[in-house]
């Protein structure tokens, strides 16, 4: 599957985006989720992780691959726990450089994917 401009996103169809991040915000009510600003040449969309604070690797300005079904909420474009392809660079974060998706023996001796406690 290649890339889609978000600009040619089309609600309730599967699609793989390719962009950066530009920004990300953490709530915790009424429920717990990460909403991480993406963006591309073309447009912006909102990737929400449902019961996630934080995941390591995504910082801003890092490179990102994600896969998913975007759905519209009020005038903006939203895609709900998309699974990341790829992930690279960032200005920021302890892991930098990440390879994404990790090995089955990366995620269980260095936790990329931290459950929230």
Do not use: Y
Not at 18 to 31: E, F, L, S, Y
């Amino acid at each position: 599957m290649t890339a889609t401009a978000i600009s040619a996103v089309v609600a309730r169809r599967p699609a793989m985006l390719a962009g950066w991040v530009t920004g990300a915000v953490a709530h915790v009510r009424p429920w717990v989720r990460l909403d991480v600003a993406f963006c591309d040449e073309t447009g912006s969309i909102t990737l929400r992780f449902l019961g996630r604070t934080q995941i390591p690797g995504i910082v801003k300005g890092c490179r990102l691959t994600v896969e998913g079904t975007p759905w519209m909420e009020g005038d903006s474009l939203v895609m709900l726990n998309p699974i990341p392809t790829s992930c690279s660079g960032g200005s920021a974060g302890p892991l930098g450089n990440v390879a994404w998706p990790p090995t089955w023996g990366e995620r269980t001796t260095t936790s990329l994917l931290r459950p929230i406690r």
